[in-house]
């Protein structure tokens, strides 16, 4: 049973396999851009793609799937932001992917195959440029930047299905000056930027890049050209099965992938540039959009400081489908980490009924390995099913408690390896950071609160300790009260 997947593209669920049995399965999903710490909604996607990445795994095995994901190290976001802390673009990347790295660790994401940076492959975007132009998809703005010429690729659209004939075609902004940002509104598109020219404000971000008579342009590249240029690098020029990242890239970054990689090549040379399209929803947080001014744009570190374990993060981050919008609550998270307990309550009672003593973690990491993975496939494991079936992760888990309770009724070794096999495809170890307490740092605003509150109480007023307590309870902290006192604890 292969994995069936939903396609951007044609809007169908369709199976998941190699371009052809004898080549691997070839997939990449678009990184960070490191400009600061990654965010719950990047690491959502982040996350669903490692879920992705190891079903294919143990569908296809280990071998078999080539995983990608790159490293946007120059763009609009990362020039200004090492200027205005004083730092060269290289060691203010460098610090942010550093810090990417240890929350991908500490979220249990695998790491991909190949990690290409943007800055490490600026002469093969240079290239591609230069094919671009050479096919008649590009020309030189009179501010010296390289454009790329939607007039000229009359399937533009068809990813995000735009309708193009209801498209404001904005070449320049209503101050006169190029339309050269890395990112635009949907109904406003443009002959986007495959290069820019180099300007006064990007210092001495700059680089030789493609040939105009002759000579190559200083400048840096647009931010939709990077991806195009390191998937040709990486995988050869070869088709791609599959392409990720958030429904936020689908337009413009995919859609103007997907036009210059497609004009990069003959169009009559049967070249197809990837085979599948893979995006997953938004997130929200207290039912809101995420945002620094709102309150609710949580890191990692955040909630580590409230006292979640990262795999209760990511238990929670899986705990919806990838299509639908998730609701993400410090409640929710407090929910994951109760349930990751009574995961590993049972497995514990369930591996003490065997005289040899059986390492559940252990067991994870053999689920993927080849024999073990083919005969669960082969019987149709349950759980197998649930992945298959359009990456179900909240059916997964939903089977996973059932397994549970048939365990607690008859401990079996078959069962409890289904199980492992589960959490292999999840990521999840419920036993990875079961002793992990995060110490939970009070922040300055929930201390007043519960100051308030508790002085609420010894005034005897009760509607308004109740007001601040449920204050507090928005805020992912509770008082536990005392006949001298309270302590502010996390939810």
Not at 12 to 35: D, K, N, Q, W
Not at 301 to 319: C, E, M, N
């Amino acid at each position: 049973m292969p994995i069936k997947l939903f396609d951007t593209l044609t809007r169908e669920i369709l199976p998941l396999e190699p371009t052809s049995p004898a080549e691997p399965f070839r997939m990449y999903c678009c990184g960070p851009t490191v400009y600061g710490p990654a965010h719950i909604g990047n690491f959502r996607t982040f996350i669903l793609q490692d879920v992705l990445r190891r079903a294919l795994e143990l569908q296809l095995g280990k071998q078999n799937v080539i995983h990608a994901r790159n490293i946007t190290d120059v763009d609009d976001k990362t020039i200004r932001r090492s200027g205005e802390e004083g730092l060269k673009l290289s060691a203010f990347t460098q610090k942010w992917t550093d810090k990417f790295h240890a929350d991908c660790e500490a979220l249990n994401l695998r790491p991909p195959a190949f990690e290409p940076r943007a800055t490490d492959t600026i002469a093969q975007q240079a290239a591609l440029i230069e094919k671009i132009m050479e096919n008649g998809h590009a020309y030189q703005g009179k501010d010296g930047s390289i454009y790329f010429r939607l007039s000229s690729y009359k399937n533009y659209g068809a990813l995000s299905h735009l309708n193009r004939d209801e498209l404001k075609t904005q070449d320049t902004n209503s101050a006169g000056q190029a339309n050269d940002a890395d990112e635009y509104v949907r109904d406003n598109v443009g002959d986007f930027a495959l290069w820019k020219a180099r300007k006064p404000e990007d210092g001495d971000n700059f680089w030789p890049g493609p040939r105009v008579n002759g000579q190559p342009v200083e400048g840096r590249p647009g931010w939709h050209i990077e991806c195009s240029a390191m998937i040709d690098d990486v995988f050869q020029g070869k088709t791609i099965d599959l392409h990720g990242g958030g429904v936020d890239l689908c337009f413009p970054h995919h859609e103007n992938e997907l036009a210059q990689s497609m004009c990069a090549h003959p169009h009559d040379c049967g070249y197809r540039f990837v085979r599948h399209w893979f995006h997953s929803t938004h997130l929200l947080v207290d039912g809101k959009k995420m945002s620094k001014s709102l309150g609710n744009l949580y890191t990692l570190d955040d909630l580590k400081q409230k006292g979640f374990s990262p795999t209760a993060v990511r238990y929670a981050l899986i705990a919806g489908h990838y299509k639908k919008q998730l609701n993400f609550t410090l409640e929710g998270v407090a929910a994951a980490q109760t349930a990751l307990e009574k995961i590993r309550h049972g497995l514990s009672q369930a591996l003490k009924e065997f005289n040899a003593p059986l390492d559940f973690s252990k067991l994870i990491a053999e689920s993927a390995q080849n024999e073990t993975t083919s005969l669960l496939c082969n019987n149709e494991s349950f759980f197998w099913k649930a992945f298959t079936d359009d990456l179900n992760t909240p059916k997964v888990l939903g089977e996973l408690f059932i397994a549970l309770g048939q365990l607690k009724e008859n401990p079996s070794v078959d069962l409890i390896k289904q199980i492992a096999f589960a959490c292999y495809g999840l990521g999840i170890d419920p036993f990875a950071d079961a002793d992990e307490k995060a110490p939970a740092q009070i922040p300055e605003d929930v201390a007043a609160l519960g100051a308030q509150r508790w002085q609420a109480k010894q005034d005897k007023n009760w509607p308004e300790a109740d007001r601040l307590r449920d204050e507090l309870a928005t805020k992912g902290f509770k008082s536990l009260d005392r006949k001298d006192g309270y302590e502010i604890v996390p939810l």
